[in-house]
């Protein structure tokens, strides 16, 4: 089996909706046609689940840990976003404020709730992938935190939709912040907002390479700050890249080799340096 063809269909999805999303204020119009796009790449990823299988377990885990949620999530995202925008407060700053701050609330309340797997997850540990992200997992069926995977095992697992509903929360509580921010009238992190700011100028990737770097290196707090703590804090000297780091690292992860670009072009640049410097 070709793997490459559920990972085309993710970035057809990917094209059509940067496509769609030209300007950074989303339409209730172009949210409705990407949950109709996200609709339609979902049910292609399942027809070819149902012909084609996977080849071990391995392409299996794959999968339904990173190539369906990213589907999934992005259509949480869009479903959420347009709840949010269709039950604002319209009149009244302190509602909306307040209508914000609730929405963080209810995330944040997910996030606790599943505390344990999310710290799997942004950990990317694997020893449990075989029981998580495999169907027909009978060992964790009284726990599942999911309907899908018993309204439908053969297109889902005990986690998958956690993971996406973990994407997309990400997305909404970064949306959220930034409302916040404008509301409140407060500099919005990543936006640009200082003057004479800097901009991270290299890709996203290369800012997760860094930013993943710098944490599981145990350089900063001996360890102990959050990849999404560091995040912020770059974005409170400098405009950051918009993106989600989580699903750049995904990217960095699917390498097949030369994991680390952007380190090593780092690497390669000191030392130029230091030889330039000894001449």
Excluded at 39 to 47: G, H, S, V, Y
Excluded at 66 to 78: A, D, Q, R, T, W
Excluded at 216 to 244: H, Q, R, Y
Aim: proline letters at 2%; one cysteine or more.
């Amino acid at each position: 089996m070709d793997v490459n063809k559920y990972q085309k269909i993710v970035d057809v999805l990917k094209t059509q909706l940067t496509d769609l999303f030209k300007e950074d204020n989303r339409t209730v119009t172009e949210v409705e046609h990407a949950i109709g796009l996200c609709r339609i790449a979902l049910q292609d990823l399942k027809n070819l689940v149902s012909s084609d299988g996977f080849g071990d377990i391995k392409e299996e885990i794959n999968y339904f840990k990173y190539i369906k949620p990213e589907v999934s999530g992005e259509l949480i995202f869009n479903i959420e976003y347009l709840m949010l925008v269709s039950f604002l407060p319209k009149f009244s700053v302190q509602a909306q404020l307040g209508f914000f701050q609730r929405e963080i609330q209810r995330i944040n309340k997910f996030f606790e709730a599943h505390k344990g797997f999310v710290l799997y997850y942004r950990t990317n540990q694997t020893y449990l992938d075989d029981k998580y992200f495999v169907r027909n997992s009978p060992s964790l069926v009284l726990n599942c935190p999911s309907y899908n995977y018993i309204l439908d095992p053969d297109f889902s697992t005990v986690y998958d939709a956690i993971v996406s509903r973990i994407i997309a929360y990400d997305r909404l509580e970064e949306f959220l912040s930034k409302e916040i921010a404008k509301l409140s009238g407060d500099k919005i992190i990543g936006e640009g907002t200082i003057d004479n700011r800097s901009k991270w100028t290299e890709s996203d990737v290369a800012f997760a390479e860094l930013i993943y770097a710098l944490v599981e290196s145990c350089a900063i707090d001996n360890g102990k700050i959050t990849i999404k703590k560091l995040v912020e804090l770059f974005g409170e000297i400098m405009e950051i890249p918009s993106g989600n780091i989580y699903s750049a690292f995904r990217d960095i992860h699917s390498r097949k080799k030369d994991k680390v670009v952007f380190l090593d072009e780092l690497q390669k640049a000191l030392i130029r340096k230091i030889d330039e410097a000894n001449k």
